[in-house]
């Protein structure tokens, strides 16, 4: 409900908002976006606020950026608050000249790569968190604090599991490579099917050439160019952990001391031997890319096959499995 200006009443009346899609041509391209307009209460025409009028343009105008790879207005304003930082600061974070951000805010549109980081950073407070550690010298020591106080409540909040999962593995181990951490979040997952039942994450699971891979976190978080010193320790590890139920963090921890240890190409390897990605790949020829599902029912089989195979007790002895792997590996190598 709203007040506007009615040309068939002549005066102010009250408005009733309605949303419907809106289509745009505009320079070749065909944009659909929603738009909401007033209905006189009087007589039923239009009559549409002012400010809900500006929200349409600015619709509009995220249409044209979201369709060009570009980020939204909403977004960039978004940003600053939900960390809790000053423009020229998260500028100086993301290592960007001290200006860029204001710029952006005040509705200069940025670059596509400027653009994704942005986008990269809404989606994923975890990617935020390893950025602001990479660049603490960035900020202040009470600037610091408080824009990872914020990170950490919206990673605990809003995160999916697969995001939580990470955060807690890379902090207690303080450094992991993108593969390593991909088949640490595999086991975890295969380790809670064969003791709880269900999975850990429900994220899409696809077997690529290098083994087992989420690809939306691996996207998202972009660890290809994480430096080990951003790793972040002690405090997210337990924030985040609370997270989790004590069953799942007695996987997390079995995952950690258990299958960590091992190197990315070693546990690349392990799965490689395993059923749920060969069976993932069973129409595609050793070392072509590829982006099948490895399916939920098939880790679940193999992860409860192992158990019974293995006599496991606590998720902990999935250890004697990746020893008799590794030797299983040793002797394949001997000529």
Same mark, same amino acid.
């Given at each position: 409900?709203?007040?506007?200006?009615?040309?068939?009443?002549?005066?102010?009346?009250?408005?009733?908002?309605?949303?419907?899609?809106?289509?745009?041509?505009?320079?070749?391209?065909?944009?659909?976006?929603?738009?909401?307009?007033?209905?006189?209460?009087?007589?039923?025409?239009?009559?549409?606020?002012?400010?809900?009028?500006?929200?349409?343009?600015?619709?509009?105008?995220?249409?044209?950026?979201?369709?060009?790879?570009?980020?939204?207005?909403?977004?960039?304003?978004?940003?600053?608050?939900?960390?809790?930082?000053?423009?020229?600061?998260?500028?100086?974070?993301?290592?960007?000249?001290?200006?860029?951000?204001?710029?952006?805010?005040?509705?200069?549109?940025?670059?596509?790569?400027?653009?994704?980081?942005?986008?990269?950073?809404?989606?994923?407070?975890?990617?935020?968190?390893?950025?602001?550690?990479?660049?603490?010298?960035?900020?202040?020591?009470?600037?610091?604090?408080?824009?990872?106080?914020?990170?950490?409540?919206?990673?605990?909040?809003?995160?999916?599991?697969?995001?939580?999962?990470?955060?807690?593995?890379?902090?207690?181990?303080?450094?992991?490579?993108?593969?390593?951490?991909?088949?640490?979040?595999?086991?975890?997952?295969?380790?809670?099917?064969?003791?709880?039942?269900?999975?850990?994450?429900?994220?899409?699971? !696809? +077997?690529? $050439?290098?083994? *087992?891979?989420?690809?939306?976190?691996?996207?998202?978080?972009?660890?290809? @160019? /994480? #430096?080990?010193?951003?790793?972040?320790?002690?405090?997210?590890?337990?924030?985040?952990?609370?997270?989790?139920?004590?069953?799942?963090?007695?996987?997390?921890?079995?995952?950690?001391?258990?299958?960590?240890?091992?190197?990315?190409?070693?546990?690349?390897?392990?799965?490689?031997?395993?059923?749920?990605?060969? !069976? +993932?790949? $069973?129409?595609? *020829?050793?070392?072509?890319?590829?982006?099948?599902?490895?399916?939920?029912? @098939? /880790? #679940?089989?193999?992860?409860?096959?192992?158990?019974?195979?293995?006599?496991?007790?606590?998720?902990?002895?999935?250890?004697?499995?990746?020893?008799?792997?590794?030797?299983?590996?040793?002797?394949?190598?001997?000529?």
């Amino acid at each position: 409900m709203g007040k506007a200006f009615c040309e068939h009443c002549r005066e102010y009346v009250d408005v009733s908002l309605v949303t419907e899609k809106e289509v745009t041509e505009f320079e070749g391209m065909r944009y659909v976006y929603p738009v909401r307009y007033g209905v006189c209460q009087r007589c039923g025409g239009r009559a549409t606020p002012d400010e809900v009028q500006a929200e349409n343009q600015r619709s509009f105008l995220d249409a044209v950026r979201t369709e060009n790879g570009i980020v939204s207005q909403r977004t960039i304003e978004a940003i600053p608050e939900r960390y809790n930082i000053g423009k020229r600061p998260l500028s100086k974070v993301l290592g960007w000249g001290e200006q860029s951000y204001s710029r952006f805010i005040e509705g200069d549109i940025p670059s596509r790569e400027y653009s994704k980081t942005i986008s990269r950073i809404d989606r994923s407070p975890l990617a935020y968190l390893l950025i602001l550690h990479t660049n603490t010298r960035a900020l202040t020591d009470l600037a610091f604090r408080k824009s990872k106080e914020a990170a950490m409540r919206a990673l605990t909040s809003t995160s999916s599991a697969a995001e939580r999962a990470a955060a807690y593995i890379l902090a207690k181990t303080g450094s992991s490579s993108p593969l390593g951490l991909q088949k640490e979040l595999y086991y975890a997952n295969g380790l809670c099917e064969a003791f709880l039942g269900r999975p850990l994450v429900s994220e899409r699971c !696809e +077997a690529w $050439t290098r083994g *087992p891979v989420y690809p939306r976190l691996w996207e998202t978080l972009e660890l290809r @160019s /994480v #430096r080990e010193e951003s790793m972040f320790g002690q405090e997210v590890a337990e924030a985040v952990g609370k997270t989790f139920s004590p069953e799942e963090r007695e996987v997390l921890e079995a995952v950690i001391s258990r299958i960590a240890c091992y190197s990315p190409f070693a546990l690349q390897d392990f799965t490689h031997r395993e059923a749920p990605w060969r !069976e +993932a790949r $069973t129409d595609v *020829p050793d070392g072509e890319p590829s982006t099948n599902e490895i399916s939920e029912e @098939s /880790v #679940r089989r193999f992860f409860h096959a192992l158990k019974e195979r293995y006599r496991m007790q606590k998720p902990a002895d999935i250890g004697e499995y990746m020893q008799d792997m590794v030797k299983d590996l040793q002797g394949s190598r001997i000529p």
